[in-house]
């Protein structure tokens, strides 16, 4: 039973807990929900709600007083909220990501999910943002439940093919440009590129622990090839007759810049010195 319960936790299966909530961490019904919302007492991510004010949130495309609006405006104002937001709440830690719904629902408007590296980075955020107003607007925050956004996003609209629109009940995440984004994360981007060079990189405690056991691998090799035979037999005489013989071609070739070897003498030659000796020796007995 206690499985089944696990398996279905957040689901549209579970009649207890609110998926919608577990998922985006807002549901539609609000507190008249017939379902619970699971509020944490400690999350990485802050959601603060309502706090982002489209200037077309009646009508898009235009604005309070019927005026058409140009979207590189819209964009524009957008992206400078996006950066003080960003600015002011990196002052108590690492933001992993930062995400501002576009959805026109009441319960999803204008909401900022803000996640942190660590939980004491977004409770001491929680903390400082008590109080605190934005554009004359008190911020409304508190922790949420949401830990992977790939869940509460609308794929449709990513796709640009969602028919709910601004209504839809999952996050149509606003966008930031290439710029903004470089100049926000890219210190992220570069320390995780870092870590994961430096963490691919050998270190030299290795490097010297595959070179002892690589010598003792050549011990184990000498070891074998000269004792395990007997140290009298034939076979282990002619392979270390060979090894070393294969050695000193090796050194030879090596040094061969640095001395030349001398030139073998011919057959005649040697019978002539060795019949020089011998006259040499005879004189030498008389």
Not at 91 to 99: N, P, Q, V
Not at 144 to 164: G, I, K, W
Request: proline share 4%; aromatic share 10%.
């Amino acid at each position: 039973m206690a499985e089944h319960l696990a398996s279905i936790f957040g689901t549209e299966k579970d009649r207890v807990n609110c998926p919608f909530y577990f998922k985006i961490g807002a549901c539609r019904h609000g507190d008249r929900c017939s379902r619970l919302h699971n509020k944490p007492s400690i999350s990485p991510t802050l959601l603060l709600c309502n706090m982002y004010q489209r200037p077309d949130m009646i009508t898009p495309g235009v604005d309070a007083q019927g005026n058409p609006i140009d979207p590189d405006q819209i964009q524009e104002d957008f992206e400078d909220f996006y950066e003080d937001i960003f600015l002011e709440l990196s002052k108590h830690g690492e933001i992993e990501s930062l995400h501002v719904c576009d959805n026109l629902a009441d319960h999803m408007i204008g909401n900022v999910y803000v996640q942190f590296r660590e939980e004491e980075q977004a409770a001491r955020a929680l903390q400082a943002l008590q109080g605190r107003y934005y554009s004359g607007r008190p911020i409304i925050a508190e922790f949420s439940p949401v830990t992977d956004f790939r869940e509460a996003t609308c794929r449709q609209f990513e796709e640009h093919s969602c028919n709910r629109g601004g209504y839809c009940n999952f996050m149509h995440v606003k966008q930031i440009g290439r710029d903004l984004r470089r100049k926000l994360f890219g210190h992220l981007h570069r320390s995780r590129r870092s870590h994961s060079r430096s963490s691919r990189s050998p270190s030299p405690y290795r490097h010297r622990r595959s070179s002892s056991r690589s010598r003792d691998r050549d011990d184990d090799y000498d070891y074998y090839y000269h004792y395990r035979s007997g140290s009298g037999s034939r076979r282990s005489s002619e392979r270390h007759r060979s090894h070393d013989s294969d050695s000193s071609r090796r050194r030879r070739g090596r040094s061969r810049s640095r001395s030349r070897s001398p030139v073998r003498e011919g057959s005649e030659e040697r019978r002539a010195r060795i019949e020089q000796w011998n006259r040499e020796r005879e004189a030498a007995q008389v």
